[in-house]
């Protein structure tokens, strides 16, 4: 990999802002400056590109964090022009570029939420992997959820309830984004998105759902166990055991004992 000279990064960086409202000349000189500092096994003269957003790329960090402070600025003067452009790059296949689209995306002021809630589910639809779709979340909805976290919530919970399974899937990724900041603290709509699902969860959607309460555990344990009890009284389906068997350690000593009785009770059911 080539050494990153920070002088002329930036002079290289400066130079590509002056195309920031030419989307295509813009991600031309942006591929341009990101090759020089791609690890070798990936440039080659077949120009393998690698999709999503992992850093499987290995572009430094330090080159993407020079851009982004580059952008923020322009990107904040200039929010329409940032919109067509991040649609630009998020189209490219190349990893590096799909990323900076997502932190373009991430930059935008707030009150284009709807246009940022829009693109998120639209590019985490796009056939990302669960990480790829969490470093797009990272890098794109991270201001959403520190600012304007009920804007974020109830997309995720919209999406959680959508009657298409991509958006489902992706409605439970991002509350799983929102749990994983340690200042989330509504679980209460958390707790009713989850009871609607509970009544037809389907098969793959097992891991989300898994994480999710494990994440409320963390946050309040007595709570989150109590409603998993009501919930497993209520309709002790296929998925919801196995999920409760699972985390059965997880919840609290209360709580054990007595999802450990229903569970034994609709095994026999079962049976």
């Not at 964090?65 to 998020?90: G, I, K, M, N, S």
């Not at 209460?188 to 309460?213: C, G, K």
């Not at 998993?228 to 054990?256: D, G, V, W």
Request: hydrophobic share 45%.
């Amino acid at each position: 990999m080539a050494a990153v000279n920070l002088l002329k990064l930036r002079k290289e960086i400066n130079s590509l802002l002056w195309k920031f409202t030419d989307p295509e000349g813009f991600k031309a000189d942006l591929i341009q400056i990101l090759s020089q500092y791609e690890t070798l096994p990936f440039r080659s003269s077949q120009a393998v590109h690698i999709t999503g957003l992992s850093q499987r790329s290995q572009v430094p960090l330090l080159v993407y964090r020079e851009l982004e402070l580059a952008f923020y600025p322009v990107v904040l003067a200039q929010p329409e022009a940032a919109l067509a452009l991040a649609d630009t790059l998020w189209v490219e296949s190349d990893e590096a570029v799909r990323r900076i689209a997502s932190i373009l995306l991430g930059q935008i002021p707030l009150t284009y939420a709807d246009q940022i809630l829009a693109r998120l589910l639209e590019w985490a639809q796009t056939g990302l992997d669960p990480e790829e779709v969490s470093v797009l979340f990272e890098n794109a909805a991270s201001q959403l959820r520190s600012v304007d976290v009920e804007v974020l919530l109830q997309a995720a919970a919209t999406w959680s309830r959508s009657p298409i399974k991509s958006t489902r899937l992706i409605g439970l990724r991002s509350l799983i984004f929102l749990l994983e900041d340690p200042g989330f603290i509504n679980l209460p709509t958390v707790f009713n998105v989850l009871e609607d699902l509970f009544s037809d969860l389907a098969l793959d959607e097992v891991p989300e759902v898994t994480r999710i309460i494990e994440l409320s555990l963390e946050k309040s344990n007595i709570e989150t166990s109590y409603f998993m009890r009501q919930q497993l009284e209520k309709n002790p389906s296929r998925e919801l055991t196995r999920i409760c068997r699972r985390l059965l350690p997880q919840f609290s000593a209360q709580s054990q004992d007595q999802i450990q009785h229903i569970l034994r009770n609709s095994y026999k059911r079962v049976k």
